[in-house]
């Protein structure tokens, strides 16, 4: 089993920045990547990016890219979302997820289906 624990959210103007940290412990040896999605009021989950564990190779969904920037520190077990020129419709919970299940092509976690482990969530609010 593997526990993480959300850290950073709160609220911030339009432009503004948060970063979000999430703290991995238990079989984190177990772990292939790490990953965050995040969930507006009356909305499905969504992926929002992911990092593999070895390696470091990122990917974001269009809607953020350029503006966050996710990173792990292998040492700590933690995981990082930078978020800059954060706009309202970047509202939501934020959650980070570990997946255990290796996939080496592309288009990998990038789906909620594939991560197997999940945090408690953090509210991130951006007001106008």
């Known amino acids: 089993q593997v526990q993480l624990v959300e850290s950073g959210g709160g609220l911030v103007q339009a432009g503004g920045s948060l970063r979000l940290s999430c703290a991995a412990s238990g079989r984190t040896f177990s772990m292939h990547a790490m990953g965050w999605f995040r969930q507006a009021l009356g909305k499905e989950r969504e992926f929002v990016a992911h990092?593999?564990?070895?390696?470091?190779?990122?990917y974001y969904r269009d809607s953020v890219k350029g503006r966050f920037t996710i990173s792990r520190d292998n040492a700590k077990n933690t995981e990082y979302l930078q978020m800059n020129s954060l706009k309202p419709e970047d509202t939501a919970v934020y959650y980070c997820?570990?997946?255990?299940?290796?996939?080496?092509?592309?288009?990998?976690?990038?789906?909620?289906?594939?991560?197997?482990?999940w945090g408690q969530g953090t509210q991130v609010t951006v007001s106008s």
């Open positions: 990092i593999r564990w070895i390696g470091g190779q990122t």
């Open positions: 997820a570990a997946a255990d299940y290796y996939c080496s092509g592309y288009g990998c976690y990038d789906s909620s289906a594939e991560y197997d482990y």
